[in-house]
Nanobody
């Protein structure tokens, strides 16, 4: 049974930082591309960060320079370090595991709220 469990969300003031974690089980973690996505109320889900099995990363312009994705294959965990947070970063953040010709797996999500 595949599980992706996110943690680290919460309430933070604008300009603050949060570190999200996503622990995976039931997959060969090291061969999967791992991604973080977010969905704000009334908006479509959007990609926040992606890291391939070889460590290549990809970010949209909206978070580039503020967010950093990393992975620890020994711990089957992917992280998202979020700095200089803005109110528009408020959303449910969800991690996923994807691989060509394989099923994509999703976590349950963790709420991030940026507000003073």
């Amino acid at each position: 049974q595949v599980q992706l469990v996110e943690s680290g969300g919460g309430l933070v003031q604008p300009g603050g930082s949060l570190r999200l974690s996503c622990a995976a089980s039931g997959i060969i973690f090291s061969i999967y591309t791992m991604g973080w996505y977010r969905q704000a109320p009334g908006k479509q889900r959007e990609l926040v960060a992606l890291i391939t099995s070889t460590g290549h990363t990809n970010y949209p312009n909206s978070v580039k320079g503020r967010f950093t994705i990393s992975r620890d294959n020994a711990k089957n965990t992917v992280y998202l370090q979020m700095n200089s947070l803005k109110p528009e970063d408020t959303a449910v953040y969800t991690c996923n595991a994807q691989r060509i010709s394989s099923q994509t797996y999703w976590g349950q999500g963790t709420q991030v709220t940026v507000s003073s």
